[in-house]
């Protein structure tokens, strides 16, 4: 997978994430307003539910079909332009250029870019990884300098002099809580246990790792870190709940609790990534809602079956928003593996269409540069103009409608006026030189030119090619034989010793032209397979 693939997959998952994140807020809310509100042990669920669906819709996005909905933010081409690409040996080592569709930003290649963002996530991977080791070390050093008060169940209870809060974590097999020594004894002690052991049932102290996992994957995007801080206040908003409704508890009494563990919050230190426990989210305004909604008179509110339904409607408004978004960015460069997958549709037919790394170079100056692309899409819009009077000479003629796309590389579709090629004087679609065109009947003098009639042109061209046919038996040398001309073609025969068109490409040809001459068939080849696929060119 290249690195342009996997930036696409990286973005798409953000907007999804954004998406999932902004849909969790708007039904919460609709919920409310609708006098169908959610318990707190419901809501806990639906985050969990809709951030693990988003993730993996997210990540499924390359499994969708591919269809252009939105216009490319980020485009990936093979080279800055077809001038630029000609100055260039074609190897894959070169990589591409990265256009961030704004006109003030310049095409930047993309080794930079893949440089600067591995250095950039490399960092910030190893800075979050080595906080991650070093807070679960010294949650380690904690619960191991304690001593063990009881175990309830599988979960270990530790006391500890040196905490001033109490805290759990999760390790695989063991489940910890650990417990300040000054409550031991204390009116506070029975709540702060009930709330730590709540935190393990729930889940929290195993998907704050998932969490942290998330957030550190996708820092950039300023959702998840809202998301998961909102997902944190609703474990402690379930947890309050869960032990008032249960009768655990007493109201007020845990009410006192909270307020006594936050005055010795407010002077501890941070709270290690992967632990849960009484002191997060213990500051003022959180305090004061966690005890408004505990004393509250409870109204009816509905578990987490009731929301199943407008979650799967969510999952399904994802799935549309992955489908939609996943052409942000685009990898305009023509791969090997694309380039076959356009010849399947290109050989039904019969016409011999060839792929190899010649016409992938020729495929690539076409669509894999920004102006390459768009003379291509020109010509396109072009060709459907002289379509209808080119196809119906072929079929008069029993020609392949594979030689459609010769005007393509031959002008564009263009009917040029031979002033545009003051080298050979070649003019019209087909770019006759003035002699060939007179040994097909056409008029070249200062009065007329029949190379610009199209229809008498066109007649030319399919005379020419089928004489050229009939001289070699082998349509790839009559293509050759057009543009080199049939003397060039049969010299390149004898010193090869070959028939074959591809060996003659590479070996064949001698002299001035001999560029010229070898391009033209792959330039055929690379148009045939645009013809064929345009829906690839005008993407």
Request: aromatic share 10%.
């Amino acid at each position: 997978m290249s690195l342009p693939q996997l930036l696409g997959i990286y973005v798409n998952a953000n907007i999804v994430i954004c998406c999932g994140f902004l849909l969790s807020i708007a039904i919460i809310a609709f919920l409310n307003a609708t006098g169908k509100p959610l318990l707190f042990k419901a809501k806990l669920k639906f985050h969990y539910s809709l951030l693990a669906v988003s993730a993996i819709i997210g990540f499924c996005s390359p499994l969708f079909p591919k269809k252009e909905i939105f216009k490319p933010i980020v485009r990936v081409w093979i080279a800055p332009s077809r001038s630029s690409f000609n100055d260039i040996k074609f190897q894959k080592s070169i990589g591409g250029y990265v256009d961030i569709q704004s006109p003030s930003v310049p095409l930047i290649k993309l080794g930079s870019l893949t440089s600067s963002i591995g250095i950039i996530f490399a960092l910030v991977l190893l800075i979050g990884l080595g906080k991650f080791l070093w807070d679960l070390r010294r949650l380690l050093l904690l619960r191991n300098e304690g001593h063990l008060l009881r175990k309830v169940h599988d979960v270990q209870i530790f006391m500890s002099e040196r905490v001033r809060v109490p805290f759990s974590f999760w390790i695989p097999n063991q489940k910890n809580v650990v417990i300040p020594e000054s409550l031991i004894g204390s009116a506070n002690f029975k709540s702060s246990v009930l709330h730590e052991l709540q935190h393990h049932r729930q889940g929290d102290t195993k998907w704050v790792y998932l969490l942290w996992g998330f957030r550190l994957l996708f820092f950039p995007n300023p959702f998840t870190h809202i998301w998961n801080r909102q997902i944190s206040e609703v474990q402690e908003f379930a947890c309050d709940e869960a032990l008032v409704d249960q009768g655990k508890v007493e109201s007020l009494a845990y009410a006192s609790c909270l307020v006594q563990v936050a005055q010795t919050a407010f002077k501890c230190e941070v709270q290690p990534v992967c632990a849960t426990g009484l002191i997060f989210m213990i500051e003022r305004n959180m305090l004061k809602r966690r005890i408004t909604a505990m004393l509250e008179q409870k109204t009816s509110r509905f578990g987490f079956r009731s929301a199943l339904p407008i979650l799967g409607i969510a999952a399904t408004l994802l799935v549309v928003t992955a489908y939609a978004s996943q052409g942000i960015v685009q990898d305009r460069r023509i791969t090997m593996t694309q380039a076959q997958e356009m010849a399947k549709s290109a050989r039904e037919g019969g016409f011999p269409v060839v792929v190899n790394d010649l016409v992938l170079k020729w495929l690539n100056h076409y669509l894999g540069t920004p102006d390459g692309r768009d003379k291509v899409k020109a010509a396109l819009a072009r060709m459907e103009i002289y379509r209808d009077g080119i196809q119906g000479k072929l079929t008069e003629y029993k020609m392949p409608e594979e030689f459609l796309a010769l005007p393509l590389i031959e002008s564009g579709y263009q009917n040029l006026e031979s002033h545009h090629n003051k080298a050979t004087g070649a003019a019209g679609l087909w770019q006759f030189i003035p002699s060939t065109a007179q040994n097909f009947g056409l008029r070249v003098d200062a009065q007329e030119d029949e190379r610009l009639n199209v229809e008498q042109e066109t007649d030319a061209a399919m005379r020419y090619l089928l004489a050229n046919k009939l001289r070699f038996k082998d349509w790839q040398l009559s293509i050759l034989a057009y543009n080199a001309g049939e003397n060039s073609v049969q010299s390149a025969i004898r010193k090869t010793g070959s028939r074959d068109a591809w060996t003659i490409v590479r070996t064949g040809f001698s002299g001035p032209t001999t560029e010229e001459n070898s391009n033209y068939l792959p330039k055929l080849m690379a148009a045939i397979l645009i013809v064929k696929n345009p829906s690839i060119a005008l993407m």
